[in-house]
C-alpha cells in the first residue's frame, strides 16, 4: 500500500496520439460547443442557457479547485485543438479514491481518443498512490459506459433513481478499477 499523492501532478501525458495538457482560454470556444451540444446535454447538467463566459467561469473553476486534476484533451496531429476534458476529484484521501469524469467535443467523437486519455490518466493515478478510481454515469449513456468496460472498469451496479437530471431522477452505473486491479 503506497501512499497517495494528492493533487495528482498535473503534467502533461501523451501516448502519442492524445495529449492531455492544461486548459487554456483558446479551449472556451470549445469548450462552449461541447457544452451545448445535444447529446452533452443529455447527460451532463449544464445550464439550459449556458454561456461563453460560462465556460470561461468553468474551466476557471476547474483549475482553481484543490479537488480535482483537470485536464484538457487534443490530438497530437492537431495541437491546441481542445478535444475534451478528462478530471480526476477527490472522493477519499485515506481510503486513496478518486472519481473519474470525461467529455468527448462534438467533432472528436468517433476516434476512440477517450478510452486513451482515460488510459493515461489510469496510469497517472496509479503512479501516485491512487488506490480506487470510480466512475458513475448514466446508466442509459452507453458511450461512457462502453469507455470504462474498454479500460478495464468493474461494473458494480445500478444505483437506482441516484442522479437528479433536469428534474426527474434517473438511474446511475457505477464502474471502479484498484490499483491491484493492474498489478494482477
Known amino acids: 500500500m503506497s501512499e497517495m499523492t494528492w493533487p495528482v501532478p498535473l503534467e502533461t501525458l501523451t501516448d502519442g496520439v492524445v495529449r492531455l495538457r492544461q486548459p487554456c482560454d483558446g479551449d472556451i470556444p470549445d469548450v462552449y460547443a461541447t457544452a451545448v451540444d445535444p447529446l452533452s446535454v443529455n447527460f451532463t447538467s449544464v445550464p439550459e442557457k449556458y ?11 476547474c483549475a482553481g479547485n484543490p479537488d480535482l486534476a483537470f485536464w484538457a484533451i487534443e490530438l ?4 491546441g485543438h481542445y478535444a475534451g476534458n478528462i478530471a480526476l476529484r477527490l472522493v477519499d484521501p485515506v481510503v486513496g479514491t478518486v472519481a473519474v469524469s470525461y467529455a468527448t467535443a462534438p467533432w472528436a467523437r468517433g476516434r476512440r481518443i477517450m478510452p486513451r486519455a482515460l488510459e493515461l490518466v489510469v496510469d497517472h493515478a496509479l503512479a501516485h498512490g491512487v488506490h480506487r478510481i470510480e466512475l ?15 479500460c478495464g ?3 458494480e451496479g ?10 426527474r431522477y434517473v438511474d446511475t452505473a457505477h464502474y471502479s478499477l484498484l490499483d491491484t486491479d493492474r498489478s494482477t
Open 153 to 155: 472498469f468493474t461494473f
Open 158 to 167: 445500478v444505483q437506482r433513481q441516484a442522479a437528479l437530471h433536469r428534474d
Open 76 to 79: 497530437t496531429g492537431d495541437p
Open 51 to 61: 454561456t461563453r463566459a460560462m465556460a470561461a467561469d468553468y474551466l476557471r473553476e
Open 136 to 150: 458513475h454515469t448514466f446508466v442509459d449513456n452507453v458511450r461512457s459506459r462502453s469507455v470504462a468496460e474498454r
